[in-house]
């Protein structure tokens, strides 16, 4: 069975009730095997069986329900528009939708004369952005893109954008009005003297009616309240908008009725007393106030993402026959050469051609110190050349880049779900119907049992409505888990989902692999000791690296690489022979080398091997280098260590991390002696040796078994099974050029301090969370009481509605504003 999986964004979510319900009427549709809402990025995770249903019948479903999935359009084509210059009448736009709708590969040219902007269908693999710009070019007109490949998230923002400037003309009109309303309304209750034609003990009908047409363009600019409201009431599936419609609407028809008896003379001094047009004005305009800044603070929330979309250059030089010409970078195709000048950012990720420069990849890696880069190096989309000028050939473009890629997965990351989530989910389903109920029973009970008069009974049915939260709810994980991820993005640590994120910060056992995580991974020559002051070091090392220059074997590649970068002469060998198994024999200006095993090389020596440099042998030996013998013209010459060294921060990385309270194991295929060795120098106390490859997963398993929560750290290449397995698999990264599916978290530089930064990130995030949803929950479970009148009952205060729904208008602006704390999180040490 071939199950679809795919991320929708749905229009018209206000609350945590609204992500709930579509999340359950979605997930129990025939054919869909899973359906995750998240209210902070607007999104559904769709998965389903192709057979049994497809989205097109999910869209309807939840337009049945009152809301909106945006489906992108499902073709392999490409959509471009361009802004159009040059164009004098008719007959121009209609030459060049001609002339571009007949290139192989155009499906579609649509010219608006009016705006100046042509949009263009496209099959990429056929044709491009440059060849129709060009052909427009040719014509005699100027053409520059206006859109990007990304183009759904800009569009987000610039909704965003649009939303928030909407909603802050709207509450300055509302906070406007909602001053006069306060004043005339409560001002003699704050010793305000009114004008004598709006005194309500001279002119009752005037002070109702100055109020009436005061609070009716308040509630008409705060309609969505109304109008997103009732209908989801209608269909039994009431939000939070559900509750202020009702909250308000009931204080305004019950004001009214009172101003039409005012108006009829029907005791209308007892009734002047008696109006709540300022509680549903003021609900409103504090409500809507609430919004703006909550949508404000969600908006920050993707300032990652947005920091590394912006690290594109918008346009990138073109090498042609060796003549610079400036293009979009959106139209950069595969094997284009580019030049890229210093403080310029590199488009594309490609190779160098020519030229040699230092490269800041800190955006990508985290890692703040430049990186040299020569030709044949390569280069990645979004990092900063620094001092020189570079030619680059394209390789990857465009969503193929490690960027975007890196784009892609925070994106799908912030869009998932952590366990802890489920339950608000839960009760988010239920809790406004339970509200709504609850608010009923409060008012009839104070009315029919409690004795009180009809106005108080209101009062505290408005109060229960007004104050109850659901967006709290719904906002406390889905925040924090953008935030945090997309602050580890901006560290070089990429946690892909919420659940791996949870899982972290649930660790108790680190097992790292040795080779390439813990050591560079390659051999390197670390000692060379003299037997005697007849020859220095380097005159040695230059001999035994021209004899090694024709082996291929790993520590002869070592010895060769030492040599040149300490700039030594080598020389051509003028025999070389190889000794499986034991060494080398060769010779080399006039002089025979034998390198090789303390077994080989006693067979080349006339004497014994000196004591004393036996005994060096055994001391390095046991530091797991591995020692060899030279031997030069019979004699002894030379000891030579190679090994595998740990990285410089591996000693720190394992003390903080024994610091964090977790333990800290070894897996290695090495010996015991050597693996101890290593181990010892790394701070490491819990060691699993001689383990092959193949066998890395069994190990991890054992330790579940015993009851660890094991998080597995290594390069993704040979222990992929064991990252699997374990409950959190950490792949180390080479620089940027990372396999990025690796493991549940990639830690982007191959800096072990990117493992700690995973671990407190993910302990800091979930942190968070649980800060959220207990500031949530509390502000409701205490909140919903004390707007029933608990404390009335025992001699204490009623709670006012207006200060209820300023309540609940802040209760979702301090959820979001604490998962923004996050954006400066700085691991320790």
Not at 397 to 424: C, E, F, H, N, Y
Request: net charge negative.
């Amino acid at each position: 069975m071939k199950i679809s999986t795919n991320t929708f964004p749905i229009k018209g979510m206000h609350c945590a009730a609204c992500s709930s319900r579509i999340e359950k009427v979605v997930g129990a549709m025939e054919g869909v095997e899973k359906a995750a809402v998240n209210l902070a990025t607007e999104t559904m995770d769709l998965s389903w069986n192709p057979e049994l249903i497809q989205p097109e019948a999910v869209a309807e479903r939840v337009k049945e329900l009152g809301f909106t999935v945006v489906m992108e359009e499902d073709q392999p084509e490409t959509v471009v528009e361009m802004a159009l210059t040059g164009m004098h009448c008719a007959s121009c736009s209609s030459r060049i939708e001609k002339v571009i709708s007949a290139m192989d590969g155009v499906s579609r040219a649509e010219i608006n004369l009016a705006t100046e902007i042509g949009r263009f269908a496209f099959q990429p693999d056929i044709t491009s952005r440059r060849a129709i710009r060009e052909a427009i070019e040719e014509l005699g007109f100027g053409a520059s893109p206006i859109t990007t490949s990304d183009s759904h998230f800009s569009r987000q923002q610039q909704e965003t954008i649009a939303r928030l400037e909407a909603m802050k003309q709207r509450l300055i009109v509302m906070l406007a009005l909602t001053i006069p309303l306060l004043v005339i309304s409560m001002g003699e209750m704050m010793g305000l003297r009114l004008p004598q034609i709006l005194n309500p003990h001279h002119a009752p009908f005037n002070f109702a009616l100055a109020q009436f047409f005061l609070v009716l363009p308040i509630m008409y600019l705060g309609r969505s309240f109304y109008l997103i409201g009732f209908p989801a009431l209608w269909r039994r599936a009431p939000n939070m908008d559900s509750l202020i419609a009702v909250g308000t609407g009931a204080a305004f028809v019950y004001s009214t009725w009172n101003l039409v008896e005012i108006g009829l003379g029907i005791d209308a001094m007892a009734r002047a007393m008696d109006l709540y047009f300022e509680s549903a004005g003021v609900l409103i305009a504090l409500v809507s106030l609430g919004k703006y800044l909550e949508t404000r603070s969600k908006s920050h929330t993707s300032d990652a993402i947005r920091q590394l979309m912006q690290l594109t250059p918008d346009q990138a030089t073109l090498l042609v026959d060796g003549e610079q010409k400036t293009i979009p970078a959106d139209e950069i195709e595969s094997g284009d050469l580019l030049q890229v000048k210093p403080g310029e950012r590199i488009p594309i990720d490609g190779i160098i051609i020519d030229g040699r420069s230092s490269i800041d990849e800190s955006m990508l890696t985290g890692e703040s110190l430049p990186v040299a880069k020569k030709k044949d190096d390569k280069v990645t989309a979004g990092t900063l050349n620094k001092n020189g000028a570079l030619t680059i050939r394209a390789e990857h473009v465009g969503q193929d880049t490690v960027l975007a890629r890196i784009i892609r997965m925070v994106r799908q990351a912030q869009g998932s779900k952590a366990p802890i989530a489920g339950l608000a989910d839960r009760i988010s389903l239920y809790f406004v119907p339970s509200v709504m109920a609850f608010a009923l029973v409060t008012g009839l009970s104070w009315y029919f049992i409690g004795g009180v008069d009809f106005t108080l009974a209101l009062r505290f049915f408005i109060a229960v409505l007004v104050i109850a939260c659901p967006c709290a709810l719904g906002l406390a994980t889905p925040t924090a888990i953008m935030v945090g991820t997309g602050r580890g993005a901006q560290l070089g640590v990429l946690i892909k989902s919420g659940v791996a994120l949870e899982m972290a910060e649930k660790i108790d056992t680190v097992v790292f692999d040795k080779t390439g995580t813990l050591t560079h991974g390659r051999p390197e020559l670390t000692d060379l000791a003299p037997a005697d002051s007849t020859m220095t070091a380097d005159e040695i090392l230059a001999l035994v690296a021209s004899a090694e220059s024709l082996s291929e074997h790993p520590l002869a590649e070592a010895i060769v690489r030492s040599a040149r970068e300490k700039k030594l002469s080598l020389s051509q060998p003028s025999s070389f022979e190889t000794i499986p198994g034991r060494g080398i024999v060769a010779t080399v200006n006039d002089r025979t080398l034998a390198l090789g095993n303390l077994e080989m090389i006693e067979t080349k020596l006339s004497t014994s091997l000196p004591p004393e440099q036996q005994k060096r042998a055994a001391s390095l030996a046991n530091d797991g280098k591995t020692v060899l013998y030279l031997a030069i013209d019979g004699k002894f010459a030379a000891l030579l260590a190679i090994a595998d060294r740990i990285k410089d921060e591996t000693p720190a990385t394992v003390k903080r991390l024994q610091d964090m309270h977790l333990k800290v194991v070894m897996l290695t295929g090495d010996n015991r002696e050597t693996a101890r060795a290593i181990a010892l120098q790394a701070g490491i106390t819990d060691i699993i040796a001689q383990v092959l490859p193949e066998e890395k997963s069994a190990r991890i398993e054992e330790l579940q078994t015993q009851g660890a929560r094991v998080a597995m750290i290594g390069d993704g290449i040979n222990d992929a099974p064991a990252l699997a397995l374990a409950d959190v698999g950490i792949a180390m990264g080479t620089g940027i050029d990372v396999a990025i599916e690796s493991g549940d978290v990639v830690i982007m530089k191959g800096n072990l301090d990117g493992v700690v930064t995973a671990i407190a990130l993910s302990r800091a995030t979930m942190r968070n969370i649980r800060q959220n949803l207990f500031w949530a929950f509390a502000y409701n479970v205490t909140g919903l009481p004390v707007a029933a009148g608990l404390l009335y009952i025992f001699g204490g205060p009623t709670l006012n509605p207006m200060i209820a729904g300023a309540a609940m208008a802040l209760s979702s602006v301090s959820v979001v504003s604490n998962a923004l704390r996050l954006r400066f999180f700085k691991p320790a040490g």
